[in-house]
């Protein structure tokens, strides 16, 4: 059959040259600078999604997930998305319509929980702390309290802020008033102590592009057994086929079911990621992260500089600086990617043009990239500030 | 704040090895090999998804994507999940509750998009063909006459049959029936002609990992006019907060409004794949798969192999193959891909077990792996024929 073509549009971008990409040091709030091993494993040739040898694979992504998360979750696999679609899965897989679902709000990704749950169909309610605080186990059980929810949704380290959100009790509140935790903890996996188990977290997500010195593009995922049975009862289909865990578990278990073609480079990529931060040990790679940090603030005090964040609710991944009086924020940031190839980020929400953010995260995370950012801090404000 | 921590439980991959993967050549249903360049533009440092150089390079994905879809739909991305979470957001950004939607179902990514469609609560119909052949422009005014669906949802190429839809006439009568049409080119789009305008197709999606010859893990997305019409008058929000077209267009519009972290290394990928296959001519890229299929279908039929779909309807990136009487079809494609490292895939549903699937996709549509393909059936399959 000899079909009918019409003609073919020319390229508006004839000419086009090969791809060169600049040299950034990702000191912002991620993505963060992938490590060398990594991008090695992501240019390797794809293989089929099921492949014996991907399969295998597979495998040993969950189990060191398991292990950098400190979880026995049998429900603990990469989402093939970002971080987002890792948040928006946790959502999706237990929000059932009508369910009160209570959200702690204290920075940008509260907010972001909360308009999920919404598109879910969830009766939200929140309860808000200023950006730069945390919540005080009274202040969560009193909401508890009140509210009754079927989910309480927090962030434990908010990117937006820079405070880690101490965790000590909050699974036992939850247990206690028959609730489930769902917990943000895209910019502490890999990067400061976190203990899923232990601290009886139901549902949690985070991303590649931080802790796990990967590029971003997948959202590891972990469902507890409260968590699954509630999914295993609900009524009608999770809405959301592409994250549905009942479905993606067929592919993800022993089955093997065929559910969507997975990225399978960026699973190279966090394999290898998993794998060198499991051979550095977690808790060294946890206290890299906190001399670092602690590097990064005496020396930006030293210089003047005050942080948002009180000390003892400091994130050691990410630190939010003052923008001192008189200083546009932008127009440094601005001078140090364009002059010098570093990034650093701008506030967010209610902290836009008051805060940088300055992330020391996964591979990152070293004394010479401190001094190195401190010393431009040094050379280059002075002739920012009037 | 010294806080009470966990003992931390020990690594059960201790001892793991630096990735190795194995050589595969993928003449399967996908994913294909990705050209040598696209893996190096993916191995690339990342930068900042909000960086100068990187919203440089988006306007030049979607540009490239325009050019190979024939489009010159505004709202043209790369959704950062593979080809299916594309085809949900066709369906996401569409369907409202309660609408009408007619899929026209001749395979397995037809069932698909009926389950999709319905947790989104659409009214699902469905026409059927059985699998192998397509449907007459007469079926679908038939149905469409009977149902006077909001959106008829079908598919270009169907990757579990092998067959090519015809097109032409079909976009016209559902602008005659005021309804949508929503098409899925996952394995046609780059392999064998395809113009959305020209064929008043609203909403289309497809893969990186077929005719684009990039890894998975990014689903081209396109909408036209009429679909963001219906968008824009949608009365609640999209019930999918990742694939949300209104929240997408902000950050890949001109305002470059934060929403998800963009897998950036993905998108060097598909930036260089576009841009190889733009160089190389879209009617050349065309030409170049109709030739390497005929010279396939040509010698498997030498051989004495019987073909599943009428020459008419054969499909360049994906032929069928018969599996002949006695032969244990599993057996000798397990063997291909462990004694010759060449990946070739089996019949999904109704074809388990009937057919074996042959791709030559994008980098791997040339002669030499068809030659390659015909010599290891000419030599291999008499022992496993009884």
Chains 1, 2 share one sequence.
Not at 322 to 339: C, Q, R, Y
Request: hydrophobic share 40%; aromatic share 8%.
């Amino acid at each position: 059959m000899q079909q009918y073509l019409p003609q073919v549009l020319e390229n508006r971008q004839k000419g086009l040259k090969a791809i060169s990409t600049p040299e950034r040091l990702l000191l912002g709030p991620g993505p963060s600078n992938a490590h060398p091993d990594v991008l090695r494993a992501i240019a390797r040739p794809p293989v089929g999604h099921l492949d014996p040898f991907y399969i295998e694979l597979m495998g040993e992504v969950q189990e060191l997930l398991r292990h950098v998360w400190q979880t026995q979750n049998r429900l603990t696999l990469p989402m093939s998305g970002t971080g987002s679609a890792a948040m928006e899965a946790t959502i999706a897989n237990s929000v059932e319509p009508g369910d009160k679902v209570l959200v702690a709000i204290k920075g940008y990704f509260g907010n972001r929980l909360s308009d999920m749950a919404s598109r879910y169909q969830a009766e939200v309610v929140h309860i808000e702390k200023e950006w730069g605080q945390a919540f005080s186990l009274d202040e969560i059980e009193e909401a508890l309290v009140l509210h009754r929810p079927a989910i309480l949704a927090m962030v434990h380290a908010e990117t937006s802020t820079g405070v880690l959100q101490p965790m000590e009790g909050i699974g036992d509140l939850c247990r206690k008033f028959d609730c489930l935790l769902l917990l943000d903890t895209v910019t502490s996996l890999g990067g400061v102590p976190l203990f899923l188990d232990e601290w009886k977290i139901d549902l949690a997500y985070s991303c590649s592009q931080k802790g796990l010195s990967c590029p971003p593009g997948l959202g590891p995922f972990s469902m507890g057994p409260r968590a699954e049975e509630k999914l295993t009862k609900r009524k009608g289909k999770v809405p959301n086929w592409y994250l549905d865990v009942s479905l993606l578990n067929q592919y993800w278990g022993s089955n093997r079911v065929y559910h969507h073609t997975a990225p399978v480079n960026m699973n190279f990529g966090i394999r290898e990621s998993l794998r060198l931060l499991a051979e550095e040990g977690l808790e060294n790679s946890w206290n890299r992260h906190k001399a670092s940090a602690s590097r990064l603030w005496d020396g930006l005090e030293r210089l003047g500089l005050r942080l948002h964040v009180d000390e003892s609710l400091r994130l050691a991944t990410l630190t939010t600086v003052v923008i001192p009086e008189g200083v546009d924020g932008k127009a440094f940031s601005n001078h140090l990617l364009n002059k010098h190839g570093v990034e650093v980020g701008g506030g967010l929400g209610s902290l836009a043009g008051k805060v940088w953010r300055i992330g020391l995260m996964g591979y990152n995370s070293t004394d010479e990239n401190v001094d190195y950012i401190l010393n431009l801090f040094e050379m280059e404000l002075p002739s920012f500030q009037k």
